[in-house]
C-alpha cells in the first residue's frame, strides 16, 4: 500500500441513548445530510418497537441490539482471480465491518418493505430480525451459504 491509512473518525454519542452504535445507525439512516430526520424516525421506530414488544421484558434499545447481533454475518465472499479463473474465496470479515454490514443490510431490507412510514418499515424489520426472519437475517444465510459452498476455495485466502 502507499498512501498511509486514513485517520478513523470519531462517531459521537447520540443524544437520548449516550450509545455510539445508534449514532452510526443513524449517519447510515440518513439522506442528504438531513440528521434530525434520520434521529426523528430512528427514535420513532423504537417507540413502534416498544408498543410491538410489550410482552417482553427488554428495552427497545436493546431489542434493536439484539436484532443487529442476530442479522451480522461472520463470514462473507470475495471474488480472486486466480488462473484466470475467478472463485469466490470465503473470508471472515472485520468486526468494523460486520457491523456496518448488518446496518446497511437493516436499513437496506426496511427501505424495500411496504409501510406507511420509514419509522414503521424500520420497526417492523427490527422486529423481524429479533425474531430471526426478515430480508435482512435471509441475507445474513445466504452469505453464511454462500461462503460453505465455496469452502473449497478456502485456501486461496489473501
Do not use: C
Not at 465472499?77 to 443490510?105: C, L, Y
Not at 435482512?136 to 485456501?155: G, I, Q, V, Y
Request: no cysteine.
Amino acid at each position: 500500500m502507499r498512501k498511509a491509512k486514513p485517520k478513523k473518525r470519531v462517531v459521537l454519542p447520540d443524544p437520548v441513548f449516550n450509545d455510539r452504535k445508534v449514532s452510526k445507525f443513524v449517519n447510515h439512516l440518513m439522506y442528504d445530510g438531513k440528521k434530525n430526520v434520520s434521529y426523528e424516525i430512528f427514535y420513532k421506530a423504537l417507540d413502534i418497537v416498544k408498543d410491538k414488544t410489550a410482552k417482553e421484558e427488554k428495552a427497545p434499545l436493546e431489542v434493536w441490539k439484539q436484532a443487529l447481533d442476530n442479522i451480522t454475518p461472520q463470514v462473507e465472499v470475495k471474488s480472486r482471480r486466480i488462473g484466470g479463473a475467478t472463485f469466490q474465496v470465503p473470508t471472515e470479515i472485520r468486526p468494523d465491518r460486520k457491523e456496518s454490514v448488518s446496518m446497511k443490510n437493516m436499513i437496506a431490507f426496511a427501505r424495500k418493505r411496504g409501510g406507511k412510514s420509514m419509522a414503521d418499515k424500520l420497526a417492523a424489520e427490527i422486529v423481524d430480525a429479533y425474531n430471526n426472519q426478515g430480508g435482512a437475517f435471509k441475507r445474513k444465510e445466504d452469505m453464511h451459504r454462500m461462503a460453505e459452498a465455496n469452502r473449497a476455495f478456502a485456501h486461496f485466502r489473501f
